[in-house]
């Protein structure tokens, strides 16, 4: 099938509610910064069989897509602009598998206001190469950011981390349990924290999204921000009965980790009723640089590593 067929069957609608996107019959598309304003850019890349399975349904590799990138969107407190498709695939790949993978895509971008406005197809690779480019908005000067952690803030998590975790090692047949298929929807179609990032601008004094683990994520923060942070080990929310350990050094959460001065507690508590999403404290910035995940008594847990390694 033609490159203009496939964009013009499958990804055109999508775009119908953008008008700055031209149809995607244009060489390129036209945006706007609303005044006062400034963009916010990411980008995350995706190929079969590294970052998810062949036999992941198309509509739930699209759906993460969307989502993984508007979850980079909710750590900085941005809200979603738009977003631009790089697509490759092999030849002959089924158009049934697009029409789906668009679809999931199209949810997820129509759910949280981040239309597709265009993209690029390229033809004739060996496995499926996928790639998005999310643009967001933030009042000026207020982006959340990983380098802004005081002395002496709580650290946070939202939500529960540790579940995309179980869904693989449930996928990959290492354990068995009944909320397995609650996990491999979890991984499958994370949800982006953006409502809770876009209320923690002014509240929070950093934030990052749980993509590598939430300790190896909490360690990015305190790498950025040349502090310590001391996270305890019995208040990692996860799943009852699972090993807080593996939760907090399993990736693909998309939960959003964050520091705040203790003279926010009431605002954050406040926040978790009216989002209906539990943030739970689960540590404190120190003086010591580096991460420290503490036991009940206090001491340190030697750990053999913090999250996912890149590969
Ligand atoms: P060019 O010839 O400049 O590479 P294309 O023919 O690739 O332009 O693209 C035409 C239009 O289709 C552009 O608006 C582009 O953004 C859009 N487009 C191409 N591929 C995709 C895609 N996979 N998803 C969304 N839009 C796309
Ligand atoms: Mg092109």
Redesign the pocket.
């Known amino acids: 099938m033609a490159?203009?067929e496939?964009?013009a069957r499958h990804?055109a609608p999508l775009?119908a509610v953008a008008p700055g996107?031209?149809g995607?019959?244009?060489?390129?598309?036209l945006l706007s910064v609303p005044p006062g304003h400034e963009l916010v850019v990411t980008k995350d890349m995706i190929a079969q069989g590294v970052h998810y399975y062949p036999e992941d349904p198309a509509a739930t590799v699209g759906a993460k897509l969307a989502a993984v990138n508007i979850s980079d969107l909710a750590a900085m407190g941005a809200q979603p602009l738009a977003c631009?498709?790089?697509?490759g695939l092999p030849s002959d790949w089924p158009e049934t598998w697009v029409a789906d993978f668009a679809r999931g895509l199209g949810d997820v971008c129509a759910r949280y206001g981040c239309p597709?406005?265009?993209?690029?197809?390229i033809n004739g690779v060996a496995e499926p190469i996928l790639s998005l480019t999310a643009l967001g908005v933030v009042p000026l000067g207020q982006a959340l950011r990983r380098g802004g952690a005081q002395l002496r803030d709580d650290v946070y998590v939202s939500g529960q981390v540790g579940e995309a975790g179980l869904a693989l090692q449930a996928l990959e047949g290492f354990l068995d349990d009944p909320r397995k298929a609650d996990w491999v929807e979890r991984y499958r179609r994370p949800v982006p924290r953006l409502a809770l990032g876009q209320a923690l601008r002014g509240v929070a004094s950093a934030c990052a999204d749980v993509s590598d683990g939430l300790f190896a994520d909490a360690r990015n923060i305190a790498l950025a921000s040349q502090v310590g942070i001391d996270i305890e080990l019995k208040a990692v929310p996860c799943p009852n009965g699972t090993d807080p350990i593996a939760a907090g050094t399993a990736g693909d959460d998309y939960e959003l980790v964050f520091s705040a001065p203790p003279s926010q507690r009431e605002t954050i508590f406040t926040l978790s009723q009216s989002l209906g999403l539990s943030l739970t404290r689960i540590g404190l910035v120190t003086a010591e640089p580096g991460l420290r995940v503490l036991d009940r008594g206090g001491k340190p847990i030697k750990l053999a590593q913090l999250g996912y390694i890149h590969r």
């Open positions: 490159e203009f496939l964009i990804f775009a996107a031209l995607l019959k244009d060489d390129a598309a631009f498709l790089g697509l597709l406005m265009g993209g690029d197809t």
